[in-house]
């Protein structure tokens, strides 16, 4: 399939928004919990954000490198593919780094970091494998990661678990990243290394998708062959889960399996809603999240940091701005889950206005 894929990019922009959404609550104090990530096990609305992202990720680069694969692994590509993922994964630390610049203590891990692996593994992995090979991977990846989590005993604490701090993947996060990890732990990240081998599954489940989406013709067959092996897909995470559990922290194989299927249906229903279909209009402003993902995810967290940063008041009184325009603005006339809902919505519009502005002008930030 040629044309660009429509439904796509607003499959793309919704995840983006909805990654916003979540991450930029009033107050976490007052938070809806369809809005909050799981506390473990488990798996909410939010929990599927973020593997949305890498699924689309997966199908975006069967659509841009589907013409390339002739030329393979070429040295040109291979540049290429290094770096954008360098690029990304840079982004990532400097939100990190960005206001302390401290590198002793810098989070290396991050959802940006975990985005620019995945796509370099997936990428270099399209170019240079067959799609039945990279179904073999796929299996392997999660096979492989089932067996060390569940089998393998973690060096100096005993039998393997899954509990937050005591896991394999939180110990080899230690032995290598200590100092280095997620803020609100130290002691395991849940964007960690181990858990990036899984992640690649997703990824690669984005790409067979694509493929499976440019191997049918005729729109209806495509939708359904999309909804039957979404279908699969959840199923069989549902029931891996009954021993390994769904999990986003750890990124566990069944939750790879479950989201990738909710994925692959949901992209059918975009695809059937708004490229066959031709209903469009709704999706418009979606369109300019998804045709500036990157930035506005940039541009969203540094905000984020700048408002929390600036202090506003004296003594007691002091607040961050972000604290004072949640209070003043939305906490002093909604009850709590409402301000902190409708502040988190305010940042979703504005940025809505400039992302319109910068399509409308075709300003695309490409990395």
């Known amino acids: 399939m040629q044309e660009r894929l429509y439904s796509l990019d607003v499959f793309r922009g919704l995840t983006v928004a909805a990654m916003i959404l979540v991450n930029n609550p009033g107050s976490w104090d007052s938070v809806y919990a369809p809005l909050l990530h799981a506390h473990w096990h488990g798996c909410t609305p939010t929990d599927l954000i973020f593997p ?5 990720v997966g199908v975006s680069i069967h659509f841009a490198y589907q013409q390339k694969m002739s030329e393979g692994l070429s040295k040109k590509n291979t540049i290429k593919i290094l770096k954008r993922a360098a690029i990304i994964f840079a982004l990532g630390l400097m939100l990190a780094l960005v206001p302390k610049f401290n590198f002793t203590t810098v989070r290396i891990p991050g959802v940006l970091q975990r985005i620019s692996l995945v796509f370099l593994a997936c990428a270099m992995l399209y170019l240079s494998t067959q799609w ?3 179904l073999r991977i796929a299996l392997i ?26 896991n394999l993947g939180a110990w080899v996060d230690r032995l290598i990243l ?3 990890l997620w803020a609100q732990s130290k002691t395991w990240d849940p964007e960690g290394l181990l858990g990036t081998l899984p992640a690649i599954a997703t990824g690669i489940l984005g790409m067979l998708c694509g493929r499976l989406f440019s191997s049918v013709d ?5 939708v359904a062959w999309l909804f039957f092996v979404g279908a699969l897909l959840i199923v069989s995470g549902l029931a891996w889960g009954m021993i390994f559990p769904i999990n986003k922290a750890l990124w566990t194989s069944s939750y790879v399996l479950y989201t990738g299927g909710i994925a692959m249906q949901f992209l059918a229903a975009c695809y059937w809603l708004i490229d066959v279909q031709g209903i469009k209009k709704w999706s418009m402003p979606f369109m300019y999240y998804g045709t500036n993902a990157i930035f506005v995810f940039v541009a969203s967290g540094r905000l984020a ?8 008041g004296e ?4 607040t961050s701005l972000w604290s004072f325009i949640y209070q003043n603005a939305y906490a002093s006339w909604l009850s709590a889950k409402n301000a902190s809902l409708a ?5 979703i519009f504005l940025f809505g206005v400039i992302l319109r502005w910068m399509y409308q002008r075709k300003h695309f930030v490409k990395v």
Request: hydrophobic share 55%; proline share 7%.
């Open 52 to 56: 949305f992202f890498l699924f689309i």
């Open 132 to 134: 039945l090979a990279q």
């Open 141 to 166: 990846l999660l096979l492989s990661y089932f067996v060390l989590m569940t089998m393998i005993p973690v060096p100096g604490i005993g039998a393997a678990n899954l509990e937050p701090e005591t």
């Open 178 to 180: 200590s100092g280095h």
């Open 218 to 222: 005729e729109p209806a067959k495509k």
């Open 305 to 312: 940091k700048m408002l929390l940063r600036i202090k506003v």
């Open 315 to 318: 003594g007691e009184n002091q």
């Open 343 to 347: 502040f988190a919505l305010t940042l």
